[in-house]
């Protein structure tokens, strides 16, 4: 909920949109005022063990992530090792973590792109169905024993 997460562009594109927001983290009242502003039927979790975060991911159809900035953009890695179809921002680290196995968005703060991305997924099984099967290939990049593998490899070319 932090600006750079850029909640205030997934609230503008879901506002006519009959879905449900779950937000994992406290928002701030300005966003809370926003939300109930625009009509969104939204929940906001804060604190969530483990297994609660599990039981968010599980219960949701998309995960959106149309960050301006991260650091690595762990959401995107975790929605797609559950399965979920992933909404996130084509810009570094996010399009790197994501792969080509998500769907990017070419400007994150463009409420309109986004809007249209989630009612594709939405609207074509086909292409939700394949944006899920890709993200649960793409998180073998980041299993262990292949993270491990990369590092010995690295280490023996120098």
């Not at 909640?7 to 005022?33: C, F, G, W, Y």
């Not at 680290?93 to 249209?116: H, I, R």
């Amino acid at each position: 909920t932090a600006p750079h997460k850029n909640l205030e562009t997934t609230l503008l594109a879901i506002k006519d949109l009959n879905v449900s927001l779950h937000v994992v983290r406290p928002m701030t009242s300005e966003q809370v005022a926003m939300a109930k502003e625009l009509g969104i039927d939204f929940s906001n979790y804060e604190s969530l063990s483990d297994e609660e975060l599990v039981g968010e991911y599980r219960k949701s159809s998309i995960v959106l992530f149309p960050s301006l900035k991260e650091g690595f953009g762990m959401p995107i890695m975790e929605a797609q090792a559950m399965g979920r179809a992933v909404i996130t921002s084509d810009l570094q680290p996010m399009s790197w973590v994501a792969g080509k196995n998500a769907v990017l968005l070419k400007c994150p703060q463009d409420a309109d792109e986004l809007k249209g991305k989630i009612i594709d997924l939405l609207k074509d099984a086909t292409l939700y169905n394949e944006t899920v099967k890709a993200g649960l290939e793409n998180v073998d990049r980041f299993k262990v024993k292949n993270v491990a593998k990369r590092f010995v490899e690295l280490y023996k070319s120098i």
